[in-house]
Each structure stands twice: as C-alpha cells, then as structure tokens.
C-alpha cells in the first residue's frame, strides 16, 4: 500500500481523539445522548482545526448500529462504509469545485429518497462560502424543512461570506485554534505509536510553526521525519518549517539591550538572507518577547512558552528587561506587522521596528529608585508653576515680561544676562509732541483702516494691537498694546522699509513712524503734559500757540479717554469688541 501522509492516517476517528474543541464535542455529544439533534450545523474556523473531522465522527454517530453513549464503534458495517467513503447515506461535497447552482439542484433532487441503508442521510458541504448567489438561494428552502432523516453539516474558513440567512437556519458551532501544548500531545501519541524517537523541543518548534492548524504541524511532522536520517534535530525542524532558534532571538534581545544596533541590523539581514519571510519573522519576535514577559512575571508558568525556554539564561535574559520595555517592543512589532501587510518593503518596516526598539530607554536593574525619580518631580512641580502663572497673566492681558514670578523675591541685577527690552526713542518722541497737531493725528487715524488693508497679511497681524497717537507734519507715533509686539514691528526690515511707500499712498506723504509700547508712551505723554507749565510758547518750533494748544487738548481728552475699566475690557477682549456708551 502506498504511504500516507501522517494526517490522513491519524485523522480522529472519535470525539475523544479530536484535540481541543471541548466546547463542540460536548454540545454534540449531549445532543446525542438525549436525542436532540437539528436538521443543520454549521461548522466554521481555521484550516487544519477539525472541522470535517468532527462532521464525519458525528455522521457516524448518528448512524451508528453499536453506539455506545456518543461514541461510535467504528466497526459496524455503517461506520466503517461512513470510513472507507463506501456508504452512500453520507455524501462529501466539495462546493469550491461544485459551485454551480445545477449541483445544488442534484442534491435537492435526491434529499427527498430515504437513506439505503443508514438511519440519517447526512450531506457534508466542505467550503460552504464558495457556493454561487443562486446555489444559495436554490439551497434556503430545503436547507429550512429538510426531510426528517436528512441532516446537513456545511464546513466553512469564511463564515462572513455566507448569506445571514443561511447562518439563521444552522446550529454554528466555532471551532479555534488548537493550543502549542495539545498539538505537541497529539505528535507525542503519533510518534510512539510508530516507533520514531522525538525530541520535545523538536516539537514545540513545528507546533508553533502551524500556528494552530493540527493538519498543518502533522503535514510538517511528517517531513521533518522525511528530512531527518534517524533522530530528529532542532537544525533539521527550523530548516524545514523556516523557524528561526531560539539562540538567535537571544543573541539579538542581547545586542538590543546592549543597544548595539549595527549587531541587530546584521543578524536580521542574514535571516531576511536565508530566506526568512519579514512578516512572519516579526510574528516571532512578538511571541519571543511575550515569552520573556511571562517568564519575568510569571515564572512558574513555563509551559505557555512558545519559543524560549526555562532555562538560567533566558530567566536572566528577561530579569535585565523592564517590563515597561518589554510592553513597548511587543506593541512596537506589532504597529509594523500590521503596516506590512499593505506594503511591499516588508524588511524596511522591521529593521525600523528595530530601530525604534533600540532607542527605548531601559536600565538595567529594571527599577528606579525614588531618589532618582524625587529631582524630576521638583521640576515638574516648578514648570507647572511657571506655565500657571503665565497663564493667568495672559488671560488678564498683562504683558508676560512685566510681572515677576513668585519665586524672584529680588529683581536680579543686569549682569548680561538681564531681560532684553525695547529701546524706546523717548527723545523722538517727545520732538514729534513738539510739532504735533491734532489735524495731523485726525488725517492720519483717518486713512488708517486703508492703509492696513494695503498690507501683506504679515504686517498688518504685527498692528492689530497697534494705533497712532500723535502725529506731526512728517512722523507719527505708533503705540503698541505689547512690549513684544512693538519688538518684532521695529524688527522686521521689510515692513520698515515699506511703510514709507505705503504712506505716500495714502496719506499724501512720507511719514517716518516711532514705535512705542503703551506703558511707555503713558509715562512720556503725562511728563510732556506735566513739563507744558515750564515751556513758553516761543520754546515750541509750533507755527502758532494755538496749534500748540490744539495738541494739548488733544492729549488731555487721550487721558480722559483711557478709563481704566474700559482699558482692562479692551485687554480682555480687544478693542473691536468694546463700545463705550455715555449715559
């Protein structure tokens, strides 16, 4: 006879040799034993999870002549034709091969005809979602009120393309993925029961290499018996299932905590080299460091490891990780394996990941000692004082360079490294108060609006807070709400140099403008106010006195003007949305 593959020749043939699924043998087993079976189930998950296994075990239950329980004899004549595939009652069909809605119409033709020789007549529809639109409609009516001994039993990987109204008419029964450890129990009973000598660390690599898929490590088993000339070795397992050793995920846990990173890149470019693929090598690097994450914090648990052992050296291995670093390389790893499968530079997102987890700080006692952490806090504790006051000085309008801190009792002498403040042209000023007129500043503050709007949005945002104050034949003043402001007016070369033309323009003349903060120009208008007593009218170069005391009335209606209250609203909320009434 021809050899058989080890999963054709131990395929279970009772619920009690099905591994995992505890959940679907019980329930099918108790609706055996008391008699409460439907007429159609739906058994969907992963490849390789026993998914036909189970339907065949429970087709020949049901027609069992010797059952004893839920169990069937397997050596009645209806259980070893439902084996051999000799009974006609059960029927396989393949619906990614048979698709069309005219096989589905057979199968409708003949449900109808009693079973020839077996209680039920059991039809096994492997990868149900394959079915045509029109195969499952011809399928729903019969699917609902089949014939009282007609039992269907649809398999499915892909239970989201069945149509709902499909589902609704099964029992589902969801199958997982079978665990590391009862995968390496089932390759145990194989291998004993032919007499070929295992190694379990052997097995442990081929079982996690079929991500839990029972067809799949028992397809890899056989060819790592093939490969291997007596007995198995670990060279000969991670050469045929691609895995990688576990002393190459040590030797680059090493260099990432020793942040030798020209190491790291290295080593995952030789994998890469030999042929290992860059998404599954990042899915094991993920189930690498959750293996130092549970033997750091769950030592005791030694059998949930999947890739490294309970030895001495990946014990201390895990000791000199903080579990913090742990947590953020397994997140990390994972962000770029889900980045790779929409990209075709696989590598490039790994050796990033790498990257990344190198620059993760870690120490390496794995703690931090109050002491060491006290000096950050007092800092933190002192910026978050700052930032309050700050804060609240802006929210009150207050010039943030005017108010000191709680923490300077004493202001601090210039020593070269005092604040920097506008150089204020005081002397200017006051010549411009000496000459000035109040149809000056009116000619000016009436061309205002115009002249803004003329300018680059860049200028104009430095004079939002900004208005001319007094003005003579050929300069006005211009006072600024912020020091800062006022700074980055006088600074910016280009709208200096410009603001000439633009006064040509619209005021007929070119205007040389002063810049002065608020607090500033108070202090020089009420000491040019409070020297006007001590001046005759011949010290001013005014053409008359009564332009002279045009000016001055101006200046005292300004000071009037500036009602403290009104001042503070217009801090708060600017002055375009402050209007004084007078009652």
């Known amino acids: 006879m021809a050899y058989q593959a080890f999963y054709r020749v131990y395929r279970p043939q009772t619920f009690e040799e099905m591994s995992g699924q505890v959940h679907v043998k019980q329930t099918l087993q108790n609706a055996l034993l008391y008699q409460k079976t439907t007429h159609a189930y739906l058994f969907s998950g992963p490849r390789g999870t026993g998914k036909t296994s189970a339907a065949k075990i429970f087709a020949k239950a049901l027609n069992c002549e010797n059952r004893q329980g839920a169990e069937p004899c397997n050596e009645c004549s209806s259980c070893v034709g439902i084996m051999d595939g000799s009974n006609t009652d059960v029927i396989e069909f393949d619906a990614a091969s048979n698709s069309r809605v005219e096989e589905i119409r057979d199968i409708i033709e003949r449900v109808h005809y009693a079973p020839s020789s077996s209680k039920y007549k059991v039809y096994i529809i492997d990868e149900v979602h394959m079915l045509s639109n029109s195969a499952f409609n011809a399928l729903l009516k019969t699917l609902e009120e089949p014939p009282a001994h007609v039992i269907f039993i649809l398999a499915t990987t892909e239970p989201h393309k069945l149509p709902l109204t499909i589902i609704s008419r099964c029992q589902r029964f969801d199958f997982k993925r079978i665990s590391s450890a009862e995968i ?50 670990m060279e000969d397992a991670l050469l045929v299932t691609g895995s990688i050793g576990q002393e190459v995920f040590f030797d680059i846990s090493e260099a990432l905590l020793q942040k030798e990173i020209g190491n790291v890149l290295t080593l995952v470019d030789q994998l890469v080299r030999d042929g290992k693929d860059p998404v599954r090598l990042t899915e094991d690097f ?140 005081t002397g200017r000023i006051i010549e411009v108060l000496k000459t000035a007129t109040k149809d000056d500043i009116q000619v000016v503050k009436s061309s205002w609006a115009h002249l803004l709007q003329s300018m680059p949005k860049s200028h104009s945002a430095l004079l939002h807070e900004a208005e001319p104050v007094a003005a003579s034949p050929t300069s006005f003043v211009l006072k600024f709400t912020y020091d800062i402001h006022c700074q980055m007016a006088a600074d910016n070369q280009s709208f200096t140099s410009s603001f000439g ?13 002063l810049f ?34 045009q000016l001055m009335d101006f200046l005292h209606e300004q000071e009037k003007e500036e009602d403290p209250l009104v001042t503070e609203a217009e801090k708060l909320f600017g002055k375009d949305f402050v209007e004084v009434h007078d009652d």
């Open 286 to 425: 993920i189930t690498f460091f959750r293996d130092l994450l549970v033997i750091k914090t769950a030592p005791s648990l030694d059998e949930l490891l999947e890739l490294a052992t309970a030895e001495e050296k990946f014990q201390q291995l895990a000791e000199s990780f903080p579990a913090e670093t742990l947590y953020s390389y397994i997140e990390i790893l994972s962000h770029a394996s889900q980045e790779m499968r929409y990209s075709n530079h696989a590598k490039v997102y790994l050796e990033t990941a790498m990257l990344k987890m190198s620059q993760t700080a870690s120490m390496e006692s794995g703690k931090t000692t109050a002491v060491e952490v006290q000096p950050f806090l007092e800092k933190i504790q002192q910026l978050e004082k700052k930032f309050n006051l700050l804060e609240e000085q802006v929210r009150k309008g207050v010039p943030t360079g005017t108010v000191a801190t709680p923490a300077a009792s004493k202001p601090r002498q210039s020593r070269g490294n005092s604040r920097t403040k506008f150089n204020v042209p």
């Open 501 to 513: 033309e633009l006064s040509q323009q619209h005021l007929g003349k070119v205007y040389d403008v």
């Open 516 to 549: 002065v903060p608020e607090e500033e120009w108070l202090k020089i208008r009420e000491e040019f106010i409070r020297s006007k007593g001590k001046l005759s009218v011949n010290d001013l170069p005014s053409e008359t006195e009564q332009a002279a005391e």
């Open 184 to 233: 390496v129990d089932r390759m145990k009973t194989i291998l004993m029961d032919s007499d070929i000598p295992y190694d379990e660390t052997v097995l442990k690599v081929v079982a996690q290499a079929a991500s839990g898929g029972m067809r799949d490590a028992l397809s890899m088993l056989d060819q790592v018996v093939s490969f291997s000339s007596g007995q198995m070795s």
